[in-house]
């Protein structure tokens, strides 16, 4: 299991950057990208662009401390997480851009699910963000007028919180994504005509639109990258299970 494991670990990466090229030209096919007003749609697309990219950064941060040393994967850890939050940020900015662009039409801001999830996991990465910054990024103790504000006793308990906290806001994020790429769908229009009970869809697989096929690969190689991480990230090598 353990070297299944560490297979897993190279094809989270390896999923992981194959979603980032399979999203460019996903992009590129729908029309590419703009931060110009009245072409919203090209503006949209700085969206899921920069949300996937910053799924495959929180990649390279989930699975640093299986690849590298503490001293090193503590830089890569947050490192990554910092380009995560950052890509997150202008990806947020370009939704609501998009959407409140009066020259292409104004569109309704946080009604669908996907927003109201995405927004959650959004809030929960920043704080576990600002926690980890400054519990883990700053000195051993805090202190202020002589009272000391983090003691190690109190970090090694967060750090617990964070350990859990992370992989939730990984897992959450894969959902996140997939829920996006589905809202993406119904706006591109996936469906094809039938006029006959489709008993065999495979046959039909030709009528279902390109953009559609791409966006489809691009949620599995999604989800491929979240299960191969959670793999990884178990922890088989404490000896979890024991048989009596």
């Known amino acids: 299991l353990l070297r299944l494991q560490r297979h897993a670990n190279t094809a989270a990466h390896v999923l ?5 090229l399979v999203v460019v030209a996903w992009i590129q096919h729908l029309g590419g990208l703009s931060w110009k007003t009245g072409e919203s749609k090209q503006v949209f697309n700085w969206h899921p662009l920069l949300m996937i990219t910053a799924f ?14 503490r ?19 202008v990806a947020l900015v370009a939704v609501f851009r998009s959407h409140n662009d009066g020259v292409s039409g104004y569109i309704a801001n946080m009604y669908s699910l996907h927003s109201w ?21 700053f000195p051993a103790v805090w202190t202020w007028n002589g009272v000391a504000l983090a003691s190690e006793a109190f970090k090694a308990k967060l750090l617990l919180v964070h350990r859990y906290v992370g ?14 790429i589905q809202e993406k769908e119904g706006f591109i229009g996936c469906a094809y005509k039938v006029e006959s ?3 065999f869809p495979p046959a039909h697989y030709h009528l279902i639109p390109f953009a559609c096929k791409m966006s489809h690969y691009l949620g599995l190689l999604v989800l491929g990258t979240g299960l191969c991480t959670s793999f990884a ?4 090598d404490r000896g979890s299970y024991h048989h009596n």
Do not use: E
Request: aromatic share 12%.
């Open 233 to 236: 990230l178990h922890p088989i």
């Open 197 to 199: 009970a489709d008993l």
């Open 117 to 137: 999830v995405g927004m959650s996991c959004f809030v929960m990465y920043t704080l576990q963000f600002l926690s980890g910054v400054f519990s883990f990024g």
């Open 56 to 69: 495959a950064f929180m990649t390279v941060a989930s699975l640093s401390f299986r690849n590298l040393n």
């Open 16 to 20: 992981a950057l194959a979603s980032m």
């Open 71 to 89: 001293p090193k994967s503590k830089t890569v850890h947050g490192l990554s997480w910092t380009v995560a939050i950052l890509c997150m940020i």
């Open 167 to 180: 992989p939730v806001i990984y897992y959450a994020m894969v959902g996140t994504i997939l829920l996006g």
